[in-house]
Structures are given as C-alpha cells and as structure tokens.
C-alpha cells in the first residue's frame, strides 16, 4: 500500500499522458528510484514551508505597521481634540478679556472725566443761577473752577484714549511708544525714567499687546510703589523679546496679592494672561522693601511677521539707547 503522501500526490497530480504514466508507475515500483522520489518530495514540503514561514513573518511584520499607523492616528486625533479644546478655552477667555478691558474702560472714563465735567457743569450752571439773583456781580470764580474741571477733564481723557491708541506705535515702533507713556508718566508723578534698548518690529497687534503690558508694568509702579526711578529695558535674550520693568519702590508680596485678587486688581494678571497667548511667560520678583522687576518675555520668530528693522529705528533717541541708557 502506498504511504498517504504518495496517494495525496497521485490526486493532486494533473492528468499525464500515457507514457508519462508509465514511466511513474515504474518509479514507483523500483524502491531504490520510490526513495529519490521521496527524498525529493520531502525537499520540496520543506521549501514550502520556508515560503510559507516567510509569508507569515511578512504578514506579521505588516499588521504591526498597521497597528503602529492606527496608534498614531489615534494620538494625532486626541492631540486635535485637546489643541481644538485649549482654542477653545483661550476664545472664552479672549472675550471676557475684551468684556473686562470694555469695563476697565467704561470705569476709568466714569470715574475721572465723566466725574471732571459733571464738576464743570455744576460751576456753569451755579454761575447761571448767580448772574441771575446778582445782576452785576463777577462770576469769574465760578468760571475759573469750572475751567479748571474742563482742563483736567481733557487730560483724563487723553489718557484714556492713549491707554487705547498709544502715541507713534504704529509709526515709530514699541520703543519710541514706551518713551512717550515714560515722559507723560514722569510728568505727572515726578518719577525719575529711564528707557534701554530696543526690540525688532513684530506684528501690530503684538506690539499693541506688549505696549499694553509695558503699559499697565509702569502704571502700577508709579500708583503703588513709591519709587524714585523707574526703569524699562527692551532686550532680544535667545530669540525672545523680553521687557522688564524694574521700580525702586517698596515692593510687595505677589503672592499675598494674587490671593486678594478677588477685591479688583486685574492688571498683574492681564500681564501673565497675554504673555501666555503670545507663546511667552511673565513673572513678577517683588520683595516688600525691595522693588519690583515685572518681566515679560515672548519668542520673536513667531511674532516678526512680514516687518523689517527696529522699532524705533531712524530716530536719534532709539540710536543712543542702542549703546545704553537713555532719559525717557
Ligand atoms: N510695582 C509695584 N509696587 C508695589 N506694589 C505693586 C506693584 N505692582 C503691583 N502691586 C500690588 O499688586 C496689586 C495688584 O496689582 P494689579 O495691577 O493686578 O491691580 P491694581 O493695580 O490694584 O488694579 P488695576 O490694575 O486692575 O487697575 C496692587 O494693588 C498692588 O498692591
Ligand atoms: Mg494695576
């Protein structure tokens, strides 16, 4: 009887001719030749089974591919889904940024020019009522104070519009900016200012930004820090824009005021806000007794947009600060 190897081969064998028949049946008769026959069977199950191995190595080899795509797909989508949500978070908090700035604004006309002019007002229509019941009697004290209201009230209103619209800016560059908050700041407070350095031109908004910033640095060390001089550096520190806004005051404790933040004060914290929209940081060293040094930091490649130069660049002021100190 034939071993099922040699059956199997039989049925799977195309159909042969007759000669070709013969010459099998002969082999299969002579063991020595059944033998070779069988030897070389086995060689041939043993080349398949190489094939087939290698098949299968290969199949594995792809499905992990595949499994690899899969899994960085699915990183890529949860990586979308937590940038969409970090937009979405960073678009709510733009609007209650505007909202807020909307009421900073509406406050600070409210409480200084609104208040100067209903103050004028008042002196106008008194000496009204006086010309009226005194014929003949000088209202020039009435005139005079009212005057005066007018005069101060035409001053708040410039510095609320200069907060909005800050002075050669656009022009000029975000150093020449700082210097007319600086002078105007030094006017009023008698402060000692003075302005180094310079920065490269970046986009509008982002100028408008870091003024804003700068802005709000000196406005809190001429109302709360006591100094006698204020200085503001612009500087490039490895790619990056960085303002930092050094008082001589008395200091305070920025963490006691972070947590006393729910009574008012949104400055301090409109500072760290915007750097971080810009892809930057801010931070406050304060020690009571020993000055301020508010620091604010954004990458400039990101920002540089399609301007060339340096803020400021082209005027006298901006030339010498490039090589040192410069009065604001
Ligand atoms: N340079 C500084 N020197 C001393 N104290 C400061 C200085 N900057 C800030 N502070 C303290 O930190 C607090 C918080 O400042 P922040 O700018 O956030 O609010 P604010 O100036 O009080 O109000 P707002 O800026 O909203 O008009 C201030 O009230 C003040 O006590
Ligand atoms: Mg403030």
Known sequence: MAPASLRRAARQAPPADARTALAAARTLRDPIRLFEWQIQQRTRGSDRRRTATAALAQMVATSEEFYELYRNSQQQRRELER?????????????????????????QIHDTAAQSMVSAFRFLDTARA???????????GYLESSSDRLVTAIKEVRA????LVPSGLEELGLAQAIRHRMQSL??????????????????????????????EALTNAVRHSHAKTIRTELKIIKSRAVITVHDDGHGFDPAAAERRRAGGGLGLLGITRQARWLGGAASVRSRVGSGTIVRI??????????RAG????????????????SKA
């Open 83 to 107: 940038n969409q949500r970090r937009l979405d978070r960073l678009a709510r908090q733009t609007l209650r940024a505007s909202d807020l700035e909307r009421a900073r604004i509406a406050h």
């Open 130 to 140: 006086f010309v009226a019941t005194h014929p003949g009697e000088s209202i020039d």
């Open 160 to 163: 609320v519009l200069a907060d």
């Open 186 to 215: 030094a006017a009023e407070s008698g402060i000692e200012m003075t302005l180094e350095g310079i920065l490269p031109r970046l986009d509008d908004w982002v100028e408008q930004a870091l003024y804003g910033m700068s802005a």
């Open 297 to 306: 930091s954004i990458p400039i490649a990101r920002h540089a947009g399609t």
């Open 310 to 325: 340096y803020s400021g660049a082209g005027t006298e002021d901006d030339r010498s600060a490039k090589d040192g100190e």
